[in-house]
């Protein structure tokens, strides 16, 4: 009898479980992606801080990808990281274009399992406090 393999894409696999993740996005409060206004101020800022991102080749994918969305010149990052220094490190960085105070990081650090867990929220501090 010989050897039977099959593709790796006909191999059973536990679908990722995004439910909260995607309940959590559409309550009204949250930002998201879509909500990023066209203005230019909002659009260069988001694009300078994609920019610095991408250019850190020591960050995950994870990383490279998180979502970056600019308001009246107030960003929020969201998305899952690697680790705790990762996400230090992406506030930063957005907080270098952004300036002190107009960042508020929602980023997750991953646990162990498939799924991110929460991480404290960064404080978003304004110079003098």
Do not use: C, W
């Not at 894409?9 to 995607?22: C, E, H, R």
């Not at 899952?80 to 957005?94: H, I």
């Not at 002190?100 to 498939?114: C, D, F, R, S, Y």
């Amino acid at each position: 009898m010989g050897l039977f393999l099959l593709p790796a894409a006909l191999v059973a696999q536990t679908p990722p479980d995004n439910t909260k993740v995607n309940e959590r996005d559409r309550q009204p409060s949250q930002v998201t992606a879509d909500q990023q206004p066209n203005n230019r101020s909002d659009l260069e800022t988001t694009r300078q801080i994609r920019k610095t991102i991408t250019a850190e080749k020591s960050f995950s994918t994870y990383a490279h990808n998180v979502k970056v969305v600019t308001k009246a010149g107030k960003v929020t990052l969201r998305g899952p990281v690697r680790s705790e220094d990762e996400k230090k490190m992406l506030e930063a960085k957005a907080t270098g274009v952004a300036g002190v105070g107009n960042v508020t990081n929602e980023l997750t650090v991953m646990g162990t399992g498939a799924n991110p867990t929460p991480a404290a929220k960064s404080s978003n501090t304004k110079e003098g406090k």
